[in-house]
C-alpha cells in the first residue's frame, strides 16, 4: 500500500470574505458613478431637445402668423 506523504502545506492563508469582496464592492462603486454620470448627460441632452422643441413651436407659430398676414394683404383689391 501506498501512503501520501506530501502535506498541503501553505505559508499563505486563503483570502478572507472582505479580502474577496473589496475589489468588487470597488466595481459596483465605479459603476454607479459611470451610470450617474450618463444619467446626468441623458438629463442634459433633454433639456437641450425641449428648447429646441419649444423653439421649433415658436417659430411654426411665427410662420403661420406671417402667412395669414400675406394672405390677408393679397386678398386685398389695390
Given amino acids: 500500500m501506498v501512503t501520501d506523504t ?4 501553505s505559508d499563505t492563508e ?6 474577496q469582496t473589496r475589489p468588487l464592492l470597488e466595481e459596483v462603486e465605479t459603476m454607479k ?3 450617474q454620470d450618463h444619467l446626468t448627460g441623458l438629463k442634459t441632452l433633454g433639456t437641450k431637445l425641449k428648447g429646441i422643441q419649444r423653439e421649433h413651436k415658436s417659430s411654426n407659430k ?9 394672405k390677408g ?6
Avoid: G, N, Y
Fill in 6 to 9: 506530501t502535506k498541503a502545506t
Fill in 33 to 35: 458613478v459611470t451610470v
Fill in 14 to 19: 486563503p483570502p478572507t470574505i472582505d479580502a
Fill in 62 to 70: 411665427e410662420i403661420h402668423t406671417i402667412r395669414q398676414t400675406l
Fill in 73 to 78: 394683404l393679397q386678398s386685398m383689391k389695390l
